[in-house]
């Protein structure tokens, strides 16, 4: 069965529920777990040029300050429920590919990733990263109904 998951976690509400329901699997399973986080790469907006012009090293702390503030928890919460984790993170404005990339740069053997549970005109219009994921993954996704109807 699965002995490594994969779990990226976005910023969004819904994390704290993923993380809850993968760390309960990971445990059911014996498994170990890594968190990632893909980091918008705000580089590409007036204010994100001109901090990673005039200060690379504040540019590169606020990067990093965000992708903590999403892993952190997590990685408290697998240290407190007795699992082994690791978490990373990258700056990318396209998840679905950064999580495929670092989960298997990491050795999982499956991705635990959330649905955010937009259906209709809203997928359409925000996307799906998950779909996305689903569609390109060369290993397996497992997608967990943590969103909202």
């Not at 993380?19 to 204010?47: C, E, K, Y």
């Not at 090293?57 to 990093?64: E, N, Q």
């Amino acid at each position: 069965m699965y002995r490594h998951l994969f779990v990226p976690l976005d910023d969004s509400g819904i994390a704290a529920a993923l993380m809850r329901q993968a760390l309960d699997f990971a445990a059911a399973l014996g498994a170990r777990v890594s968190f990632f986080h893909a980091v918008a790469d705000f580089g590409a907006t007036d204010g994100g040029a001109l901090e990673r012009s005039l200060d690379p090293a504040a540019y590169s702390r606020h990067l990093a300050d965000a992708a903590r503030a999403v892993l952190d928890p997590a990685e408290r919460a697998a240290a407190a429920a007795g699992l082994r984790c690791d978490s990373c993170w990258a700056v990318s404005d396209h998840p679905h590919q950064a999580i495929q990339t670092h989960a298997e740069a990491a050795g999982a053997d499956l991705i635990f990733i959330a649905s955010h549970g937009r259906r209709g005109v809203a997928r359409l219009m925000l996307g799906s990263q998950t779909a996305r994921l689903v569609a390109e993954s060369r290993l397996p996704v497992l997608v967990a109904r943590a969103g909202q109807d």
